[in-house]
């Protein structure tokens, strides 16, 4: 079954990096691409960007260009997401997410989620 | 980008109700419109993808149904386990984008 299999939660202070990692299995990992999600304590769902996970292009909003970057490891299927700079509201439940069967725009299955939390 | 808005933010009510939930997109995005359940502590669920398409494995009981702009997520009979967070998301155009949610709470 498809399964998407993320790090351990992370606690960083403010100004530092923090890399997730999501390691995919059960599908073909270089099909549709993978997504990244966060969501704020008690918050909605903000969508952080996209990897093509054929040919690692990516797409991000213009509000993380610069501080993050998406990564995929194609021998072990696993993509990795770096947001640098952190900042108090950085503090979230980070999620992968998979295009697989729908297409890259649709995130059919997801990871378990990663709790990072900013703080000093 | 494109602004999604869902309407009510919170809803309430009972076993066997029929429920209706609206997304409406700041710019017409056709018919690329997926809805999501997400339950506490857990990540979200692909429930209705291109409006009203159903993923698979989820309950017929689910249907959507709109384009253009206006858009709705309708529960035909809720069920204690459709309890849940609700978002819409469009997939018209990068960036990729949510609605608030609209939580389903027990009357």
């Known amino acids: 079954q498809v399964q998407l299999v993320q790090s351990g939660a992370e606690v960083k202070k403010p100004g530092a990096s923090v890399k997730v990692s999501c390691k995919a299995s059960?599908?073909?990992?270089?099909?549709?691409?993978i997504n990244w999600v966060r969501q704020a304590p008690g918050q909605g769902l903000e969508w952080m960007g996209w990897?093509?996970?054929?040919?690692?292009?990516?797409n991000y909003p213009q509000k993380f260009q610069g501080r993050v970057t998406m990564t995929t490891d194609t021998s072990t299927n696993t993509a990795y997401m770096e947001l640098r700079s952190l900042r108090s509201d950085d503090t979230a439940v980070y999620y992968c997410a998979s295009g697989y069967l729908y297409g890259a725009r649709l995130l059919s299955f997801w990871g378990q989620g990663t709790l990072v939390t900013v703080s000093s | 980008d494109i602004q999604m808005t869902q309407s009510p933010s919170t809803l309430s009510a009972s076993v066997g109700d029929r429920v209706s939930i609206t997304c409406r997109a700041s710019q017409s995005i056709s018919t690329w419109l997926a809805w999501y359940q997400q339950k506490p502590g857990q990540a979200p669920n692909l429930l209705i993808y291109k409006a009203s398409s159903l993923a698979s494995g989820v309950s017929s009981r689910f249907s959507g149904s709109g384009s253009g702009t206006e858009f709705t997520l309708t529960i035909s009979s809720l069920q204690p386990d459709d309890f849940a967070t609700y978002y819409c998301q469009q997939y018209s155009t990068y960036p990729l984008t949510f609605g608030g949610g609209t939580k389903v709470e027990i009357k």
């Open positions: 059960g599908y073909s990992f270089t099909t549709h691409g």
């Open positions: 990897i093509s996970t054929y040919n690692g292009d990516t």
